[in-house]
Structure formats: structure tokens, C-alpha cells
């Protein structure tokens, strides 16, 4: 068993455009989100890392590559951590155009993102999906400690899963860019620690 998971939410994206990315192609790490990678890599390469993974998404991958490099390790992808499936369902629209194109949708997000009959995956499904992937990769790795890069929504309904919390919570703490949440086992999981760099 792990002895941590550190889920890692990737660097910010260049988006001048303001568009909801989902799992469009193309959208790669800003000049700024290329050096929270940096600061990740630095933070978390003193720790005891035994296994780095990543969503299948470029901005995950790349904000994980200097980590990986740092420890020696290569970055192994898992489809359970990429993006909440509700971004698919607005890619390619800019924030403020979603009210346009979907009356409501944007609104019933802000307000209650448990109950979201339009989205082809609900917020609960979310949180199971990828803290299944976390206790899987605890249990799959026999010591040191895990790192996970995902992105905001995953990372805050696995947390929120995972430490017995409300999902209605859900907006009381949104990572921000770069930031790691660092994990430890147990019934519940308990946070560790949150760790924010210092470009963010």
C-alpha cells in the first residue's frame, strides 16, 4: 500500500479565447503553467515518489513530465483521471456563451452541480471514477508515495468522495492551478496537506 496520494491539478492553459477546453486537442500549457509544472516537480521531488500518473489530457501530461524527469520515472497514463464528461458536453464554447447556446446549464452548474440532468455524467459518477482510481493506485503500489494529475472537477469530488464529505460542498474549494492535495489512507482519507505554487 501507498503511503500518500498527491493529486495534482495541471497548470494553467493558454485560453486566451476564454473557451471551455474539455478534451479538445491543442490546448497546451501557458508560459506560466509551464513553470507551476517546474515548482510541482521541485516540491514533490523531495518526497518518496514510486509512481506518477496522469490523465490521458496534453495539460495533465505536460504540467506532469518535469516530476517525472525529476524522479526517474515515466508518467503512466489512466483514462479514470481525465476531465469531468460535462465539459464535452460545452467544448469549443466560450464561458461567457454557454447561457447562449445551453439557457440554464451554466447557471444549474453554479448553483447545484449534483443535479445536472443534462450532463452525460453526473458528479456523483465523477467522484467514484476517480477515487476508484485512487485507491487503486494505493493498492497497487507497495510503499513510497503516488502522484495523480487530473483536473479541478475530478480532484475535488474524488477528495470530497474519498474523505466522507457532501459533494455539495463542492464549490467551498477549488484548486487552483499547479496545486497539490496531498492524501493519506484510511477510513475515511484524511488531507495531509494542500500546497500551492508559487507562480499560481
Given amino acids: 500500500m501507498a503511503a500518500r496520494v498527491h493529486l495534482v491539478r495541471h497548470g494553467e492553459v493558454h485560453n486566451p479565447d476564454h473557451l471551455v477546453y474539455a478534451s479538445l486537442p491543442g490546448f497546451t ?5 509551464e513553470a507551476q509544472a517546474r515548482a510541482v516537480a521541485r516540491y514533490l521531488g523531495r518526497q ?3 509512481g506518477v500518473w496522469s490523465s490521458p489530457l496534453e495539460r495533465a501530461l505536460r ?3 518535469p516530476l517525472a524527469q525529476r524522479v526517474g520515472l515515466p508518467v503512466r497514463i489512466d483514462q479514470g483521471l481525465a476531465e469531468w464528461q460535462l465539459m464535452s458536453r460545452w467544448a469549443g464554447i466560450s ?16 448553483r447545484d452541480p449534483t443535479r445536472l440532468d443534462f450532463s452525460p455524467e453526473s458528479l456523483s459518477d465523477l467522484a467514484r471514477r ?13 510503499h513510497g508515495d503516488i502522484v495523480a494529475f487530473s483536473h479541478s472537477a475530478p480532484i475535488r469530488a474524488a477528495v470530497l468522495h474519498l474523505t466522507g464529505g457532501e459533494l455539495t ?32
Avoid: C, Q, Y
Avoid at 500549457?29 to 503553467?33: A, V
Avoid at 476517480?130 to 507497495?142: G, T
Avoid at 464549490?171 to 505554487?197: F, K, M, Y
Fill in 130 to 142: 476517480v477515487a476508484d482510481v485512487v485507491r487503486r493506485l494505493h493498492e497497487s503500489h507497495p
Fill in 95 to 110: 464561458w461567457e456563451d454557454i447561457p447562449k447556446k445551453f439557457p440554464g446549464e451554466l447557471e444549474a452548474f453554479l
Fill in 48 to 50: 518518496p515518489i514510486v
Fill in 169 to 200: 460542498d463542492f464549490w467551498d474549494d477549488e484548486p487552483g492551478h499547479g496545486a497539490v492535495t496531498t492524501l493519506r489512507p484510511g477510513a475515511p482519507w484524511t488531507v495531509e496537506a494542500v500546497w500551492v505554487p508559487e507562480t499560481e
Fill in 63 to 65: 504540467t506532469a513530465e
Fill in 29 to 33: 500549457l501557458s508560459e506560466r503553467g
